[in-house]
């Protein structure tokens, strides 16, 4: 009977991997695991990824002590950090696993591309959570942060640009071949985007161009959000945003499972 | 699908702009220990990778246990060693084999009977980053023995290991062999092909030789493995020079 029991569960679960891109809950959960234990087994890398955020907020309050720049930017910042730092992390981890040959042995294993790439997503989302939750509560309670609109849609909009740029780094791994390339590619990706989200020039101040330009990338989304939220903004300010930052998140863990080949040169 | 294990007609395969692998014809047949000798260079590793459906090719058939090579079905009935270990060298021994015994449905018992077989029950909590590179590479076949797959395609399992491991892990694969599973393993130690049922020799990316050993020291006179493939080379230079110079 047992015998019985575990070929239907086999049959079940191999017509589900015929497709190779397919997903399985189980397979992306068991993905997910592994990624968090080999962070919980790096401290060092989680101290930094929580720990910088604070610190840069924290330089940021002091020099600015007595003025009202913490409130009018520091939701931004909480935005932007996080998200650098996860597109950094995961670019770097996925990349790891790409050039160590453990990617190639799993892709010769019955787990669906996607189970991949959202079990990594999944891990550092976890990871982004907590990181948005100390960095928020650090600039509130720490450094006085004052935000005029929801403090509870602060941090949801800071675990969506953190878990953003998971994706994006998810993405953005495949054009790397080295870490010196992948380190890159924070720059690349991100830095354009941040010269034309709004921040350096309003952005019906800009060239017709970049102003379109800013239009399709999704930092404009994920930073106006966070100046809406600033200048006290609601749930209808920003649910718009919200919404692009979510497709953003999912088109590039598209792209990632797209980009992940089981056979290579 | 007959009771060959791997059959390969034709293959091509072309990696940065060279030709690896040219019109590779080879049988192996199934419930033996197949060894892939040959020089670093000689295509083991590519033509393993075509078998696995790692590699993209350029041309040529790969059917493997009656399938195309790569089809999904195959996945869960292959075992692949890569030369380089494998293994998540943040993880803990027993954390490498729980992921995979995950995606393949193998319990806690399975785990288990997978260390004992490469003898690392002792080291099962130890993280990858404290062991040998012995060790390392144990680790990563046990992970290939998890889902007790038809066929085990081996890429060099036992550099860096002592003669005492060596031995037991030919022991392992025979075993294996007798309980039905083929095995091709591959390796540029040339005192390892008396181990095999069967040997490949392959140079410049074809195949130089597809015999039994005492075959091939019958053919070419040789007193051991190596001297056969030295011979063979020496004939294979020769066959080449004429032809140039009918050319």
Not at chain 1, 234 to 240: I, L
């Amino acid at each position: 009977m047992n015998a019985a029991h575990s070929v239907a569960t086999d049959l079940r679960t191999t017509t589900r991997q015929e497709r190779g891109r397919g997903m399985t809950a189980a397979l992306t959960a068991a993905t997910a695991r592994r990624v968090l234990t080999q962070l919980r087994h790096d401290k060092r890398t989680i101290a930094l990824v929580i720990l910088l955020p604070c610190v840069l907020i924290g330089l940021i309050a002091w020099m600015f002590d007595g003025t009202p720049v913490l409130d009018q930017f520091g939701p931004l910042l909480v935005g932007l950090f996080p998200m650098m730092v996860m597109f950094l992390v995961t670019s770097v981890a996925t990349l790891r696993e790409r050039i160590s040959g453990t990617l190639e042995r799993l892709m010769t294993l019955p787990i669906g591309r996607g189970d991949v790439v959202v079990g990594y997503a999944l891990a550092f989302a976890v990871l982004a959570t907590v990181q948005a939750l100390v960095i928020v509560g650090f600039a509130v309670w720490v450094c006085g942060m004052d935000v005029a609109g929801p403090i509870g849609l602060v941090v949801l909009v800071a675990v969506l640009d953190a878990v953003l740029g998971c994706a994006l780094g998810l993405g953005a791994s495949a054009l790397a071949r080295t870490e010196f390339q992948a380190v890159q590619l924070m720059p690349l990706v991100l830095f354009p985007q941040l010269i034309t989200c709004g921040i350096l020039m309003p952005r019906d101040e800009m060239p017709t161009v970049l102003e379109w330009l800013s239009r399709v990338l999704p930092l404009t989304y994920a930073l106006d959000a966070m100046q809406q939220l600033a200048a006290g903004g609601a749930w209808a300010d920003v649910r718009g945003d919200v919404g692009v930052i979510a497709a953003f998140i999912v088109g590039a863990l598209l792209v990632g499972s797209a980009t992940l080949r089981r056979r290579t040169p | 699908m007959g009771n060959s294990a791997i059959e390969v007609a034709g293959l091509r395969v072309v990696r940065g702009g060279t030709r690896v692998v040219e019109s590779l014809d080879l049988t192996v047949p199934a419930g033996q220990v197949v060894g892939l000798l040959g020089p670093s260079g000689s295509g083991k590793t590519t033509l393993m990778r075509a078998i696995v459906g790692a590699q993209i090719v350029d041309g040529g058939t790969v059917t493997v246990l009656g399938l195309p090579a790569g089809s999904a079905p195959l996945r869960r009935r292959i075992g692949y060693v890569t030369q380089s270990p494998s293994v998540y060298g943040d993880l803990t021994v027993t954390e490498n084999l729980r992921y995979a015994a995950a995606i393949l449905g193998v319990d806690a018992d399975g785990i288990r009977r997978a260390l004992t077989e490469v003898d690392l029950v002792e080291h099962a909590d130890q993280s990858i980053g404290t062991l040998s590179g012995g060790e390392r590479s144990r680790v990563s076949l046990a992970i290939a023995l998890l889902g007790r797959p038809d066929l085990l395609v081996l890429d060099e399992p036992t550099v860096g290991l002592d003669p005492v491991l060596r031995r037991d892990l030919w022991n392992l694969f025979h075993r294996l062999a007798r309980s039905g599973v083929s095995l091709l393993v591959s390796s540029h130690v040339m005192d390892e092909a008396a181990r095999c049922d069967r040997l490949i020799l392959l140079r410049g990316g074809a195949v130089l030789s597809d015999s039994t050993l005492d075959e091939l020291l019958a053919r070419t006179g040789a007193p051991d493995a190596e001297g056969a493939f030295l011979a063979l080379v020496d004939e294979a230079v020769a066959r080449d020079a004429a032809k140039g110079a009918v050319a």
